[in-house]
């Protein structure tokens, strides 16, 4: 029973990470890709860019947005840090940087990460974390550049990080609304009138 | 019993990976806390038998010695940061003239707006190119413009970046380097201009100028040329004050870094440096016992510094080999094998950093 149970524990370990790591696909460029075509029925180009605003626009401000009116689409960059270490505290590894796609049609969008370049950072003398200028690796040239365990650590970062974004993208697409929901305002009580 | 376990068991490592999964996905605004930090550890062989180059750090010779334990923490939430590093061993007392005390920074920092940041507390010193955490440096031993410059500046600055190549800090500090209080006021100006003129050039032109610490005007520059190939200068000049608490020295020199990546796990790297010891305003009060990391007073020394920084993941391992030579034997604080005079000296250092 004792080994079932470690057997079984392996074995979720294993599957976890492959599908995290899964995530990430290689397009005709044989660049990493994370790649996404979503059915949204009722839904005009129109309504879809609405949206597809506002959700940058609250999910990631720092975030390069170029928008594309005749194609009808979204391109920008942004980026996220890569960490390591116990979740109490964590240490900075690097950044990657990546690009965005979102693109519309009558009832459906697609949208797809790619080009991430990792850029390691260093502590500086303030203990700043910042990054290495001149270094910047394509995730794809991992593998000659990297430790083959940071390499595994940081798809698995950049695919929960995409899979996050999509997630986001999908739930701001269903808002009926795509404006912030306020909130009502408390009921003020009176002690005078009973 | 064994069925609620086994479940017990897949609901926590379930629970493990959402975990994961939501930390690994944070972005720079509110980053969690950080915590840095780094141990270094060196064997040293003057050829000589007894120590002899007197920059800072690494003394020891013929002995597998420590450097420091070094433990920082750094948080930030909307635009209010702090840093606090600690380290402990015998790097961190000679980087500190007080004895008992432990503090590599701490500040804190406030973001007034996009472009204009506050800080004030005890920092590293913005001036020079090496530092004294071991992960900041290439090569272990270090230069003589590091050893004789301030290495921490406790004061309040303002940086404004003006653009993406170019920002400018000013700040006042303490009369003194290297303590965490003043022995009279706060009288040290400070200001640095970065300048970024191509991509991956950086240029430092710094000033620390008041009427007990002295004036020192540096440049420091690197230049990551290729992924390969990286180019570091650092050229400066300093003038004590008539009441310099440091003596009645000054000082110049520059020294170039040169380094080269040979493979993933191997970069090779020189130091070539000029040093050189003004001649003093009162000679009598030269002491070797006051400058110890300098020739005396008109002498110069070159000083050639071979490294090589080779990666294991955290770790890395740092063979070097260095010879020193100074100008003029009557300048020299050098002795041979068999305790005379001489104008040289060489060492070889084995050091190990690892890296958190």
Known sequence: ?194 | MKKKFLLLLIAASAFSYASKAQDTVKTTADAPLVLYGSVDTYYKDDFSGHANIPTSFASDNNSVSIGMIDLGLKKTVGNASFVGELSFGPRNDQSIPTSGYHIQNLYVSYNLTSKLNATAGYMSTFIGYEVISPTGNFNYSTSYLFTNGPFQNAGFKLTYAFSDKVSLMAGIFNDEWNVYTSAHDVSTFGAQLTITPVKNWTAYLNVATGPTSGTEFDLTTAYQITTAFKLGLNAATFSPAHYSFGGTYGFEGVALYPQIAVSKAVTLGLREEYFKTKEASDPTLWTVEAHPGAPLPGGSVLGSTLTANIKAGPLTFIPEVRLDNVNKKENSTFTDSNGAPTTSASQFVLAAVYAF
């Open chain 1, 1 to 194: 029973m004792k080994k079932l149970f470690i057997a079984l524990l392996c074995l979720l370990a294993v599957k976890s990470a492959v599908a995290q790591k899964d995530l990430l696909s290689i397009d005709e460029h044989n660049k990493y890709i994370y790649y996404q075509v979503v059915q949204q029925p009722g839904l005009t180009v129109d309504t879809f860019q609405n949206r597809t605003a506002y959700f940058l626009k609250i999910n990631y401000p720092k975030n390069k947005v170029n928008r594309d009116e005749p194609t009808e689409s979204i391109t920008g960059t942004g980026k996220l840090l890569m960490l390591t270490g116990i979740s109490a505290a964590k240490h900075i590894d690097g950044e990657v940087n990546y690009t965005f796609n979102i693109e519309y049609k009558d009832q459906k969008y697609r949208y797809w990460l790619t080009d991430f370049v990792f850029t390691p950072y260093y502590v500086d003398r303030y203990g700043n974390s910042v990054p290495q200028p001149g270094i910047d690796i394509p995730l794809e040239n991992g593998a000659s550049k990297l430790e083959k365990g940071q390499l595994n650590n940081y798809s698995i970062q950049i695919s929960n990080y995409s899979k996050q974004f999509g997630d986001r993208l999908k739930q701001y697409m269903l808002m009926i609304s795509a404006t912030p929901i306020k909130s009502d305002k408390k009921k003020v009580i009176t002690t005078k009138d009973w």
